[in-house]
């Protein structure tokens, strides 16, 4: 394993690529010495799903197709559609208006948030102007204005959150930086926190069976991070965030430019360090924080070949648990350390129409260490990731394969111990009493092949179909996932999807559930924990509209999963945390339901609305009371149901900025606990607002978030007697942070 790490760093560190950018601008020609910039312009590549929309100077970056030459799209409502060749450089398009009018006043604006009716892919992508509508300092807060994506709070105590989406675990989505694993293995549990909001231009939402090139393990679908590349970011851009509870945030981006070469720094640093026991639980409310991020990209472009390579660092503490002055003390800390080198390379073959080659290539080395009270969690994780991708047409344009090999490599080494106390009075934990409980030494190489191919029949239809046969050494099987979108447009601001596919994904039980050691459970491991596998099926309409010439999207789906089989983690037996195979459950059922529903529209001017309701139906089988019963239960401290109402204002000059959302979160089930009398959580509402002033290069802005101050009660059970079996600290549904006001200034120096 040492070997094939060391040769894939290697190759890392000589290759250090990626697929390069093409930039431009849109624009109209008003006369022979008067244009005008086209803000919101959709820019595609055809017959793919990568596309963008230009910004307030109608500038527009876009991820360069796989194989050049290719056609590049440009199209906006009102305006005939642009097509353009494209080898390299730039490219400035002059659109004009399908309308022949003697004088027309063109006024656009780029939307925050937007469906995608082009690709065969369920996909919504999300842009800078979304994220700054709330206190955006890392990934986990980035989807408050989002019905698709839930952000929950992992315990009472840590302050980490996790993601839900289709109505699973954040562990079940795929999460990738610029189609580069981010969240995986050790990183499951807080790897949210790896990426600050200011570092991503876009997020793709990309629901359901996605691309088989991307890998295996998507079950409820894909979310992509862009960052921002050296072409079309801001040469400086500096963001200072403090709340009135004492946390400060800065961000720093930088640009430089040498020739050929660019690169972009990206610099964060967080800091809390104020004791808050609000509820008087003897508990913080809010841990104790100190945060370093670093990531640095450079960029090469040539003709043929595209280089690209990034490095980043990471070192996070958290200190959380009771307040110093308590007698007896619950101490939780949290270290992650990480180190990642990664590149991405494009070579362009110029005498073979459509063809191509890709190499991504990802190293990372992820320290992880966690204590909760008597529980303490070591673990030590080295990644290694490469990524093989030809493309060609096949005859023409519209058919278009792509095939490749991949490989994953992880070497993992993790425990448990717990400590036994010397004093159940006083809480002090004696070292010399020690417990391991759980210890693992393991190698996992999944080495696959796989292949997709995109067809179009005329401007209705297109299809995306893939396979891809991946090989695990533990087990000494080869694994299938075919899948497959089609897509019916039958206008062009309508799109019908369907889709299902497989995927497959090697569970790291222990820091998927991490925060599951908040409690004083006893722990059960089930013997041959097999990799998880399920299948998902799903059916979307997105429709734009427009009424009272003002335009609107309508965007509705349902989605199922089903499990072949899953890790099921049993925190139903008070006292006892269980992790088994479903297929080791009689009966064995697991499977998700997830209904949405989507509506954004301009009540006027410059005042936009979006509406979003979900309902979630997810249960799974687990042990009854003894081996030959089960019980089919709905997945615990899951909302049944979920609504969103965003609204946006900015006043003539677009200087002055407002943002309000209201989140309704539904009842969800809470596991049995003697200390809990109910068996669902109520329903609660939570309010986040913000208002901006923009001034010459500066934002400031001041806002809140949890406008109600609701909370949970009680989030800690047994909170004054941390060693008794009935302490539990990770049943939590609703914030344990009541009302938080924040503050902080933008500042953006152009090129």
């Given at each position: 394993m040492k070997n094939i790490i060391k040769i894939l760093v290697v190759v890392c560190l000589n290759i250090n690529a990626t697929a390069q950018t093409i930039s431009g601008k849109v624009l109209e020609r008003i006369s022979n010495d008067r244009i005008s910039p086209i803000i919101g312009a959709n820019v595609y590549w055809e017959n793919t799903t990568v596309g963008t929309v230009t910004n307030n100077d109608g500038v527009y970056t876009i991820l360069e197709a796989p194989s050049l030459p290719a056609t590049l799209m440009v199209s906006f409502i009102g305006y005939e559609i642009a097509e353009q060749e494209v080898v390299d450089g730039e490219y400035i398009f002059y659109i004009q208006s399908s309308?022949?009018?003697?004088?027309?006043n063109i006024k656009g604006k780029q939307t925050s948030s937007r469906f995608s009716t082009i690709s065969t892919l369920n996909v919504q992508?999300?842009?800078?102007?979304e994220f700054e509508k709330a206190a955006c300092c890392n990934l986990s807060e980035s989807f408050e204005t989002n019905a698709t994506v839930d952000v929950v709070y992992n315990d009472a105590v840590s302050g980490a959150k996790k993601i839900r989406m289709l109505g699973l675990d954040g562990i079940y989505t795929q999460i990738t930086q610029e189609n580069l694993p981010l969240i995986r293995g050790l990183s499951s549990s807080y790897g949210l926190t790896f990426t600050p909001g200011p570092f991503v231009e876009s997020i793709q939402i990309i629901k359901g069976s996605g691309s088989v090139i991307n890998g295996f393990e998507s079950f409820s679908g894909q979310i992509n991070l862009e960052y921002f590349k050296p072409d079309c970011s801001e040469r400086l851009y500096y963001n200072l965030y403090g709340s009135a509870e004492g946390k400060i945030e800065n961000n720093l981006r930088l640009v430089k430019k040498n020739g050929k070469w660019t690169s972009n720094l990206f610099a964060h640093f967080s800091y809390h360090d104020a004791e808050i026991d609000n509820n008087n639980d003897g508990f913080l409310d809010m841990p104790l924080i100190t945060n370093f991020n670093f990531l640095n990209r450079w960029k090469f472009e040539n003709k043929n070949v595209g280089l690209q390579f990034y490095a980043r660092g990471f070192v996070e503490e958290r200190i959380g648990g009771t307040i110093e002055n308590r007698s007896n003390q619950y101490l939780v800390e949290i270290n992650n350390k990480l180190i990642e080198l990664s590149s991405k390379t494009g070579f362009r073959i110029p005498e073979e129409k459509g063809k191509s080659i890709g190499l991504q290539t990802s190293f990372r080395l992820h320290d992880f260490d966690a204590a909760f009270g008597a529980n303490e969690y070591n673990g030590l994780q080295k990644s290694a990731y490469l990524n093989l991708i030809n493309q060609t047409y096949v005859r023409e344009e519209k058919n278009i394969l792509k095939f490749g090999l991949s490989l994953y490599a992880d070497e993992i080494e993790q425990d448990i111990t717990q400590y036994n106390l010397a004093n159940a009075d006083t809480g002090i934990v004696s070292l010399w009493y020690s417990q391991e409980i759980y210890s693992e030494?393991?190698?996992d190489i999944m080495p696959g092949a796989f292949a997709e191919y995109f067809h179009k029949w005329g401007e209705l239809f297109s299809i995306t179909s893939g396979f891809r046969a991946d090989y695990y050494n533990k087990t000494d099987k080869f694994y299938a996932i075919p899948r497959i979108n089609i897509k019916y447009n039958p206008n062009e601001s309508t799109a019908i999807r369907i889709s299902g596919g497989r995927a497959l994904r090697n569970s790291n039980f222990i820091s998927d559930n991490i925060s599951l050691l908040a409690s004083n459970r006893e722990i059960s491991f089930g013997k041959n924990l097999l990799p998880e596998i399920a299948w998902n099926y799903g059916v979307n309409l997105t429709h734009c509209f427009y009424l009272n010439d003002r335009e609107g999207t309508f965007n509705i789906d349902f989605y199922r999963t089903d499990f072949e089989n899953q890790i099921v983690v049993d925190v139903e037996d008070q006292g006892i945390l269980t992790f088994t195979n479903l297929l080791d459950i009689?009966?064995?059922?697991?499977?998700?339901?997830?209904?949405?529903i989507d509506v954004a529209y301009e009540l006027f001017n410059r005042f936009d609305m979006k509406v979003a309701y979900k309902i979630n139906n997810s249960k799974t089988s687990y042990l009854g009371s003894s081996d030959n019963l089960?019980?089919?239960?709905?997945?615990?401290?899951?909302p049944k149901d979920r609504a969103l109402i965003n609204l946006a204002y900015s006043n003539k000059d677009a200087d002055w900025l407002f943002d309000a959302t209201w989140n309704y979160i539904g009842k969800s089930r809470i596991p049995r606990h003697e200390s809990i009398d109910a068996e669902y959580s109520d329903p609660f509402s939570l309010i986040n607002c913000q208002l901006t002033k923009k001034v010459n290069n500066f934002d400031f802005y001041i806002g809140t978030e949890n406008l109600l101050s609701y909370t949970q009660?009680?989030?800690i059970l047994d909170s004054y007697n941390p060693n008794s079996d009935k302490f539990d600290a990770s049943l939590i549904w609703a914030p344990v942070m009541g009302r938080k006001i924040y503050f902080g200034l933008r500042y953006k120096l152009n090129n």
């Open positions: 309308l022949e009018l003697e004088e027309v992508t999300l842009n800078t102007q030494n393991r190698t009689p009966n064995h059922i697991s499977f998700s339901n997830a209904f949405q089960s019980s089919l239960l709905e997945t615990p401290l899951l009660e009680n989030p």
